[in-house]
């Protein structure tokens, strides 16, 4: 990845509980910042947990592994064969209707903005195609494919 790459960061205030998508340059990516609310420590949301007291660390990237804030798994998506309709869990519910789920993972480098989990669920609220909804997180750009 060249050093002009861009993409969003999701921060989240560990004091007010502000949640914002930033677009940030690769070379002027931080992990913590302030938050634009109320001062607090404003941190990318695959950070947090490193930064609150009390919790323990399982992995380098300062998350317990498969546990989200609230204690509960992120992301479940389960196949009872090749074929089958996959049930989808995301923070802890059950995501019905669905239209497309799509995850993929890549190795971090070792660099901000670099590998991650890309996350893409379409489904239609309460049944309704009316009322489509949709759970997305896609942690680095076209370029860095």
């Not at 930064?51 to 196949?79: C, Q, T």
């Not at 993972?105 to 309704?128: D, Q, V």
């Amino acid at each position: 990845m060249s050093g002009n790459t861009e993409g969003y960061v999701v921060y989240e205030c560990l004091h007010c509980g502000k949640e914002e998508r930033v677009f940030v340059k690769k070379k002027e990516y931080v992990e913590v910042t302030v938050c634009p609310g109320c001062n607090g420590a404003f941190v990318d949301k695959w950070c947090t947990l490193k930064y609150r007291k009390g919790v323990p660390s399982n992995n380098s990237y300062g998350n317990p592994k498969h546990v989200n804030d609230s204690g509960s798994k992120l992301l479940v998506i389960e196949l009872d064969d090749i074929d089958s309709v996959p049930r989808v869990f995301y923070k802890g519910e059950e995501i019905k209707s669905k239209i497309h789920v799509g995850f993929d993972y890549r190795t971090r480098g070792g660099k901000p903005l670099e590998g991650g989990n890309a996350i893409h669920i379409e489904h239609a609220n309460k049944g309704s195609v009316n009322d489509i909804r949709t759970v997305k997180h896609k942690p680095w750009n076209s370029e860095g494919r």
